[in-house]
């Protein structure tokens, strides 16, 4: 009886040891598979457009537009010594916005716009709306005017609009609105590659919209365009410029799948990092269960041998 027995606690071993060497196989080759697919590719050609002639050129730009523009000065350093003044007169250098430990959101904009400069300020105020991040806080929030004839007092005014569309009182001390002489106003629009026009016969600016995310030491990361703004857009650009000294964990996951495109100033996804981090999280999950496995087919075995002694 003994020896019939022993002889099934070796027969229940080796189809226990036959399956989990039949779970590993199984694992190495859906890894291989993973792995496989995890390698780059190459990008599909590119499509000619039915709705579009592709050796048409775009129409030409009014002359009242032509050179205005926002040029990319990406990881470029604005020069943080030009002195402006903010919402209550006081003079101070733009570096008293930055600390070196928390990024800046500029705005380039003038008070007295009828229309487009008020579009992109309470874009802003309703993205940030929807960020948790606070101004002041987690970073800075700066407008300069680029007009020379605004003053401390339409400042004051246009900043405390912004507020009372922000709805965040408690965060006001992180809400600046520069003003500026024209020698300070050009050294910046240069630097961060803001290119506008002055209309005479209308007294109004002709310029683009968008705004700019700059790292604690004063460098160019980020431009977003138009007047709407993703606020998980505007998250990442702000944890990303901070070097990850603000946000959380579900921040750092999302860089890494999601990757910056200069040419549309959003970000997308990157597929190659999706696959990988989907292959990780597949190792991982397939590892735990093997690993339980184990152990209970290595704890089936001891009690077998157990009742068998």
Excluded at 51 to 59: E, F, G, M, W, Y
Excluded at 195 to 208: E, I, L, P, V
Excluded at 252 to 281: E, S, W
């Amino acid at each position: 009886m003994k020896l019939l027995n022993a002889l099934s606690v070796k027969r229940a071993s080796a189809r226990a040891g036959r399956h989990s060497g039949a779970s590993i196989a199984l694992f190495a080759a859906l890894f291989a598979v993973t792995t496989a697919w995890a390698q780059p590719g190459q990008l599909a050609p590119a499509q000619q457009s039915n709705l579009r002639d592709p050796n048409s050129k775009p129409a030409p730009l009014p002359s009242a537009l032509q050179g205005v523009s926002i040029t990319q000065e990406l990881n470029q350093q604005i020069p943080l010594n030009i002195v402006f003044r903010d919402e209550f007169g006081r003079s101070a250098p733009l570096s008293t916005y930055f600390t070196g430990n928390k990024p800046v959101l500029m705005a380039l904009v003038y008070y007295t716009c009828p229309m487009l400069c008020n579009l992109i300020l309470e874009g802003v105020a309703s993205t940030l709306r929807a960020v948790s991040l606070d101004p002041g806080k987690d970073f800075e929030v700066v407008a300069v005017s680029f007009d020379p004839r605004d003053t401390p007092e339409t400042a004051s005014a246009k900043r405390a609009m912004i507020l009372e569309r922000y709805h965040r009182p408690d965060t006001a001390n992180g809400w600046h609105f520069l003003t500026g002489d024209e020698a300070s106003i050009r050294a910046l629009t240069s630097a961060v590659g803001f290119r506008y026009k002055f209309d005479a016969k209308t007294g109004q600016f002709a310029h683009a919209s968008g705004i700019m995310i700059l790292t604690p030491g004063g460098k160019l990361s980020r431009y977003f365009y138009g007047v709407e703004y993703s606020p998980r857009d505007v998250r990442l650009g702000l944890v990303d410029a901070s070097q990850e000294k603000i946000g959380n964990p579900v921040d750092q996951i999302l860089l890494f799948c999601y990757h910056y495109d200069p040419a549309t100033g959003k970000y997308g996804a990157v597929a190659m990092n999706i696959v990988r981090f989907g292959g990780a999280t597949f190792v991982l999950i397939c590892s735990t269960f093997l690993l339980v496995a184990w152990r209970r087919d290595k704890s089936r075995n001891r009690k077998i041998l157990t009742q068998v002694r």
